[in-house]
């Protein structure tokens, strides 16, 4: 077994060379990106995503500050999202310890598994999913719709996510090495590592896209339970950037601890690039007001939210996560949280795949 419950991460790291002393520092893109070449990574996605400016949406919400969008959802793979970045690192550490097969598991609509399934086929893995049906999620659509056809191997449980769930992908990960495999399990705490590692390389891309703007953002928003928000902020700030990021959670307040989680992120990857970012828990803004009625309930709000990108920028965002995200900066615009002549970035982070999965929820309220 190649990971079990603890990272392999010792194996890699141990021998890096480290700096005699921490510091806190601004560095340059370059230096980060050099930083970031420490950690294991495959190819798997077209890289920059672009920075689209949504004038439509601009003109609509009649505010004098821009609006920009890191299309995250255009990374490619399987249908794109935030996920294959964030897989280039999980992959490359599988590979570099030699896996041959690996084992995850999420809801049965999970983008995760939707995308780790593709990745696994592209790099000539197999893959194992323990995937939970408590979530009265449909197996005819969308995202498992897309795993059976990649062929996986898939294990269905009535269990929620949770103590059970991470047991049965640990023991399907023992049968495996019994059976002469290889396998990589993907667990906490290394997935929010590596995937925060991942989105340090996504701030790079914004940071050099802000050359070609006429001012600098000073706030960035997306959708968040953990990596994706914790490796914007770190990587923002490590290049000087003194804006906010603010992540709009698909979970109610007590499903999960997500501010923790992020801020653990933020200080494993800081401790194993060695460098002392200028942050503090307090800079971590995840929201939770906007999830509905919680994870994968589709609220009226967010398929407002997504009609207005549809009929304004032919933008689809989806039910689950993005559209809720983005219904909570509208209200954010609209109650003045953000001053109306600041400029914005919206991190679409992928996920359309759920519009299929929830099309009746969704239809119902459009």
């Known amino acids: ?93 599988a590979l570099a310890v030699g896996a041959d097969v690996i084992v995850h598991g999420a809801a049965v609509q999970s983008n995760y598994c939707r995308t780790l399934a593709a990745a696994s086929r592209k790099l000539g893995l197999d893959c194992h999913l323990v995937l939970s049906r408590a979530y009265d999620q449909p197996e005819d659509q969308g995202n498992f719709l897309l795993d059976r056809i990649a062929g996986v191997s898939i294990e269905l449980i009535d269990e929620p996510l949770g103590a059970e769930q991470e047991a049965r992908k ?30 340090v390389g996504a701030a790079v891309e914004i940071f050099d896209q802000f050359q070609g703007l006429p001012s600098v953002p000073r706030y960035v928003a ?65 929201l939770a007001d906007y999830a509905g009625d919680g994870y994968a309930k589709v609220s009226t709000a967010a398929v407002d939210a997504i009609k207005l990108l549809a009929q304004t920028e032919g933008v689809f965002l989806d039910p689950v996560y993005t559209g809720k995200a983005m219904a909570g900066l509208l209200d954010y615009f609209q109650k003045q949280k953000i001053p109306p002549e600041e400029d914005v970035i919206f991190v679409h982070t992928g996920g359309n795949t759920a519009l299929f999965a929830y099309h009746r929820e969704v239809l119902s309220l459009l």
């Open 170 to 199: 640990r023991r399907a990960t023992e049968r495996l090495a019994a059976a002469g495999r290889r396998p990589y399990l993907i667990t906490y705490p290394q997935s929010e590592i590596l995937g925060t590692a991942s989105f």
């Open 1 to 93: 077994m190649r990971c079990g419950t603890r990272w392999a991460r010792s194996n890699h790291f141990r021998s890096l060379p480290q700096r005699p002393d921490s510091m806190s520092i601004v560095l340059t893109p370059q230096e980060l990106r050099s930083h970031l070449e420490r950690f294991p990574r495959v190819s798997l996605g077209y890289y920059p995503t672009p920075l689209d400016h949504w004038t439509q949406l601009e003109k609509h919400l009649n505010r004098k500050g821009r609006f920009y969008a890191k299309r995250e959802d255009l990374s490619g793979l399987a249908f794109g999202g935030n996920k294959v970045r964030q897989l280039e690192f999980l992959l490359g550490d």
């Open 222 to 286: 997306t959708a968040a339970v953990g990596a994706t928000q914790a490796g914007l902020l770190l990587g923002l700030r490590l290049l000087g950037w003194k804006g906010h990021v603010l992540g709009f959670s698909p979970l109610n307040g007590g499903e999960y601890a997500i501010q923790e989680a992020i801020w653990s992120g933020i200080r494993a990857v800081a401790q194993l690039l060695d460098i002392e970012p200028s942050l503090e828990p307090n800079d971590v803004h995840n």
